[in-house]
Nanobody
Framework: QVRLVESGGGMVEAGGSLRLSCVVS????????VGWFRQPPGKEREFVAG????????GYADSVRGRFVISRDSAKDTVYLQMDSLKPEDTAVYYC??????????????????WGQGTQVSVSS
């Protein structure tokens, strides 16, 4: 059974930074494409960033491109999301998710089989 655990959320002021971590267990991370998603209060879950199985290809939502960076350290079975220049509209519960039997990242919620429990990010103005 694949398990994902996020950490690193918190409260910051606008313009601040946070780094989220997603530790994967139960399956070799190097075989799994991983995505970060977020769910703002009262809204649908949305794609933030994705990284393919070897880190060679990444993708971002337009709303975070240039401010967020996704990376992976397969030796540590961990995927990171570095978030800089945070805005109040970035406030959400952030989830990492992994695809099964795929090599490339996807922006679709429904194409991810494994999900973490989420970590809260709150940005004040």
């Amino acid at each position: 059974q694949v398990r994902l655990v996020e950490s690193g959320g918190g409260m910051v002021e606008a313009g601040g930074s946070l780094r989220l971590s997603c530790v994967v267990s139960g399956r070799i991370l190097s075989w799994l494409p991983v995505g970060w998603f977020r769910q703002p209060p009262g809204k649908e879950r949305e794609f933030v960033a994705g990284i393919n199985w070897n880190g060679g290809f990444v993708g971002y939502a337009d709303s975070v491109r240039g401010r967020f960076v996704i990376s992976r350290d397969s030796a540590k079975d961990t995927v990171y999301l570095q978030m800089d220049s945070l805005k109040p509209e970035d406030t959400a519960v952030y989830y990492c998710a992994a695809r099964r039997e795929a090599s490339d990242w996807s922006s679709e919620v429904g194409e991810h089989t494994y999900w973490g429990q989420g970590t809260q990010v709150s940005v004040s103005s």
